[in-house]
Antibody
Framework: EVQLVQSGAEVKKPGESLKISCKGS????????IGWVRQRPGKGLEWMGI????????RYSPSFQGQVTISVDKSISTAYLQWSSLRASDTAMYYC???????????????????WGPGTLVTVSS | DIQMTQSPSSLSASVGDRVTITCRAS??????LGWYQQKPGKAPKRLIY???SLQGGVPSRFSGSGSGTEFTLTISSLQPEDFATYYC?????????FGQGTRLEIK
């Protein structure tokens, strides 16, 4: 069974650093790309970026380029999303999701392909 | 970047109604679009892939259509469990982009 297990909720102060994780199991970790999605309280879904665990090829959405770092440790089948200096505006739920992609775009997969982590709630408050 | 314009932003409807949600892409994305349902506190769930194919386990009252720049999600007869927020997601090119979402509420 394919599973994405995300790290637990975090409460941080502005200016602090943070790294949250998404551990994949039940599939070949280098077989799919992993994406990160932000959802601020009461707001819509925002695509942050995507990484290929095979070689760490990473594509950021322009709004998130330079604001976060997406990385992966394929030896432990885990992807990461990190901040060097959190802001109150980073308060959100963060989801990881599996995608079937190439270097230029992503594919729909088939009728059974839809895998998401449960989300990690990050709260940034002084 | 490809912009996805979703409408309406909110919709009030009754059980049994037929509803349609639209997404318009800023450029041709072929059929590289999925429709997602999200309930409060839960991760999104894909309903439709490749613009018009039904995800496994999803009721047949959900359907998708369109290609190129215009796409629609239709729920043929609303059920109580369908009241949620719906999003389109284009995956034709990086960066992937979501529509702004449609909140479907009970009238």
């Amino acid at each position: 069974e394919v599973q994405l297990v995300q790290s637990g909720a975090e409460v941080k102060k502005p200016g602090e650093s943070l790294k949250i994780s998404c551990k994949g199991s039940g599939y070949s970790f280098t077989g799919y790309w992993i994406g990160w999605v932000r959802q601020r309280p009461g707001k819509g879904l925002e695509w942050m970026g995507i990484i290929y665990p095979g070689d760490s090829d990473t594509r950021y959405s322009p709004s998130f380029q330079g604001q976060v770092t997406i990385s992966v440790d394929k030896s432990i089948s885990t992807a990461y999303l990190q901040w060097s200096s959190l802001r109150a505006s980073d308060t959100a739920m963060y989801y990881c999701t599996l995608l079937h992609c190439s270097r230029s775009s992503c594919y729909a997969g088939d009728a059974s392909f839809d895998y998401w982590g449960p989300g990690t709630l990050v709260t940034v408050s002084s | 970047d490809i912009q996805m314009t979703q409408s309406p932003s909110s919709l009030s409807a009754s059980v049994g109604d037929r509803v349609t949600i639209t997404c318009r892409a800023s450029q041709d994305i072929r059929n590289d679009l999925g429709w997602y349902q999200q309930k409060p506190g839960k991760a999104p769930k894909r309903l439709i892939y490749a613009a018009s194919s039904l995800q496994g386990g999803v009721p047949s009252r959900f359907s998708g259509s369109g290609s190129g720049t215009e796409f629609t999600l239709t729920i043929s007869s609303l059920q109580p469990e369908d009241f949620a927020t719906y999003y389109c997601l284009q995956h034709n090119s990086y960066p992937l982009t979501f529509g702004q979402g449609t909140r479907l509420e009970i009238k």
